[in-house]
């Protein structure tokens, strides 16, 4: 089985060769897959316009994982400081504006929206990234990177300014995005007679004279606060070395950000390409309009938010459903009847697969949730399910093509009332193990029936107590973990308003 996906540097579908498997990779072979995402601007809440890439970021690494049985190591970096009103380097930074307005500091901000975007992952059975690191926790490797491009002579200072790149003096600047450099109009930069080039960009920016910026530092060009684009670079480099497998983020990424973070890190470690795959999501719009944090929302909300859905009666999982309904290299745009459309299509999943759940769930105790995909297939007996399940696959593998695994998974539940048993059983076993370790969309949840209460043996309840505690005090990586060997012992976690619920499975 191979993975086909679109990758924007040849604007085609392309055979997935990590590159531990590459003979054209010349650094230190590493045993697993790197993975690289950009994280949030944590100013405010994360919108579900933001929380749909993640949700998509997961099925990829579900399907690397879970399916294909690579090792993959993922990076998401949280952008702390200085993200500017737009990729145009504009003055205005919004961590600093959003402090004042909630009268907090920009750490106290940081922290703030930093928790909420990982409860939101968790709402959405999104796994924690192997690695969350923060722009300001990594200052020293920023200012490495940009000493490393002084002495190659790529950049030049405009005093009372900042720290410049000239990208006149790259061969193949914005080769990403295929920019006319010569008639390079709509994505100019910030207007600024003293940059020697329209697509010049800030590395650094000094801090005003009359203004003091709570994260402004000295540095061996002055008094300045971070940058915009150079620390994906320098934590990308530090966790995953000089070239990576996978870059991912939204499209509008692609002519300004993941350009100006391509030519930095090229010229300053001297690597071609940077990154063997860029993966860019396309927008979850409101109205066929971009989602933005400013943005009325549809329910009334400044920020449409999966708080918002919840408030209004939705379970998190079926905005997940709903963003497995349409590829991520599609528009989806958000009202509130399609989600309800969605919300309905995966409860009636979910009744179907309670019949399976009732009559077939002690087959499978004993045996491991996460196997390979080829293990899976060589448990089933059906016909019919083999092929069900081959045609999911051959669509997952399609550059991940969602809506195809639900209408196949669709199609072939409808039709469980007149299965053999033998069909039933492997139906049973084939898709929850693919729920499990790919879709997550808990299809095996239980509706219209109280969940059986049952004795907690000691074992589970102590990693009850211990999931709990890792989640007061703020440790999701290390909740989910435990949560993760709850399922393995065939029972299940759920959070409740004081406590929590511990049910079989």
């Known amino acids: 089985m191979q993975l086909k996906i679109y990758n924007t540097l040849s604007r085609e579908k392309e055979l997935f060769v990590p590159l531990m498997e590459d003979s054209n990779y010349k650094w230190p072979k590493k045993d697993f897959v790197w993975l690289y995402s950009c994280g949030p601007?944590?100013?405010?809440?994360?919108?579900?316009?933001n929380m749909r890439a993640y949700v998509c970021r997961d099925v990829l690494r579900n399907a690397l994982e879970n399916v294909l049985w690579?090792?993959?190591t993922s990076v998401i970096n949280m952008t702390?400081?200085?993200?500017?009103?737009?990729d145009a380097d504009e003055w205005e930074d919004k961590m600093e504006k959003w402090a004042k307005r909630d009268n907090m500091t920009v750490w106290e901000l940081a922290d703030k929206y930093i928790t909420s975007f990982k409860r939101n992952l968790h709402m959405l059975n999104i796994d924690e990234y192997k690695i969350t690191c923060r722009a300001t926790d990594h200052i020293k490797e920023q200012i490495v990177m940009i000493q490393q491009l002084e002495e190659k002579w790529y950049i030049y200072l405009i005093p009372n300014d900042g720290v410049y790149m000239d990208t006149s003096k790259i061969k193949d600047y914005g080769y990403l995005a295929k920019l006319d450099i010569a008639g390079l109009q709509q994505w100019a930069r910030i207007e600024n007679d003293n940059k020697k080039n329209k697509t010049d960009f800030g590395l650094r920016k000094f801090s005003p004279k009359n203004e003091h910026r709570q994260m402004e530092r000295d540095s061996p060009w002055g008094r300045w606060f971070p940058g915009r684009h150079i620390e994906c670079s320098a934590m990308a480099t530090k966790y995953l070395g000089e070239q990576f497998d996978i870059h991912t983020w939204w499209v509008d990424h692609i002519p300004v950000h993941h350009v100006n973070e391509i030519a930095q890190s090229e010229c300053a470690l001297g690597?071609?390409?940077?990154?063997?795959y860029w993966m860019h999501n396309q927008f979850l719009n409101l109205g066929w309009k971009k989602i933005a944090k400013s943005a009325w929302c549809a329910f009334g909300d400044w920020i449409l938010t999966i708080d918002v859905l919840v408030k209004e009666g939705f379970n998190p999982l079926d905005f997940r459903y709903l963003c497995l309904t349409a590829h991520y290299r599609s528009f989806l745009d958000f009202n509130p009847e399609l989600l309800q459309t969605a919300a309905n299509s995966r409860n009636n999943l979910i009744k179907k697969m309670q019949k399976l759940f009732d009559q077939h769930t002690k087959i499978i105790v004993d045996k491991s949730i996460i196997v390979p995909y080829e293990k899976i297939k060589v448990e089933i007996e059906s016909k019919f399910v083999w092929d069900a399940l081959e045609d999911m696959m051959t669509a997952l593998m399609d550059d991940l093509n969602t809506p195809q695994v639900l209408a196949i998974l669709n199609q072939s539940i409808t039709a469980v009332d007149k299965m053999e048993e033998v069909d039933k059983k492997d139906l049973f076993v084939a898709f929850y193990r693919l729920e499990k370790n790919l879709l997550k969309i808990w299809l095996f949840d239980r509706i219209g029936q109280e969940v059986e209460t049952v004795e907690i043996p000691d074992d589970v309840k102590q990693l009850a107590d211990q999931r709990l505690e890792a989640k007061q005090a703020k440790d999701y990586a290390h909740?989910?973990?435990?949560?993760?060997?709850?399922?393995?012992k065939w029972r299940e976690v759920k959070d409740t308003k004081e406590w929590y619920e511990v049910s079989k499975i």
């Open 41 to 49: 601007t944590v100013y405010r809440e994360s919108h579900i316009g």
């Open 80 to 86: 702390d400081v200085w993200h500017l009103t737009s």
């Open 479 to 488: 909740a989910d973990e435990i949560r993760k060997q709850i399922l393995d």
């Open 271 to 276: 690597t071609h390409p940077r990154v063997k």
């Open 70 to 72: 690579y090792k993959v």
